[in-house]
């Protein structure tokens, strides 16, 4: 199963670092597949540690892909990590195993502390609309361009029905993203 989270790692130096991506979880295995060069993998390389982040504001994913990365953090609880202070629950993560890979090595965490902060009242239409544009916005230089664009105008009909003012700022800044990109495109 791939879930989509937010991943914190820190550097030696302590400054953190998110980013949104899927993990997978198979069993009690957490694998994280960050692609070369990443500061994630730099990250959980170096600390052995990364913290995954369960939240239901879809500004931090499309923040964190549209050069919005300045989330309010806390200090996790039994490893040495960061913890969006916005998450509703939290899992913190022990590096065990990697299978290299020249691309996209599979680092095989344990989870040594879980804390709910908050309920979880659920995902509406736009939730899931930004996620997936996220994911699109994400992918630009690897799909055409038409595809993603088709595949936006489906999403936009969710996120038009349900949306509240956080998704609505969240797809603004993604869409500016798409619309810089067929700008320098075009120049």
């Known amino acids: 199963m791939i879930q989509e989270i937010l991943v914190t790692t820190q550097n030696n130096s302590g400054l953190a670092h998110i980013a949104p991506m899927g993990i997978h979880v198979n069993g009690d295995d957490i694998i994280i597949l960050p692609f070369r060069p990443s500061t994630t993998l730099d990250n959980l390389l170096a600390s052995k540690t990364a913290v995954l982040n369960y939240c239901d504001d879809v500004r931090v994913f499309a923040g964190c892909l549209t050069g919005r990365r300045n989330w309010p953090l806390m200090a996790a609880e039994k490893i040495n990590g960061q913890v969006l ?5 939290h899992t913190e993560l022990e590096l065990v195993r ?3 890979d020249q691309t996209r090595p599979r680092l095989f965490c344990k989870a040594v502390h879980t804390v709910n902060h908050g309920p979880f009242m659920g995902f509406n239409r736009a939730q899931y609309s930004v996620l997936e544009a996220a994911i699109l916005i994400s992918r630009l230089n690897r799909l055409p361009l038409a595809k993603i664009e088709a595949e936006i105008d489906y999403l936009r009909i969710g996120l038009e029905k349900t949306a509240g003012n956080r998704e609505l700022e969240a797809w ?3 869409m500016d993203v798409i619309e810089n990109f067929k700008a320098e495109a075009k120049a």
């Open 98 to 100: 990697i299978e290299e």
């Open 172 to 174: 603004g800044w993604l």
């Open 85 to 89: 202070q916005c998450a509703l629950a």
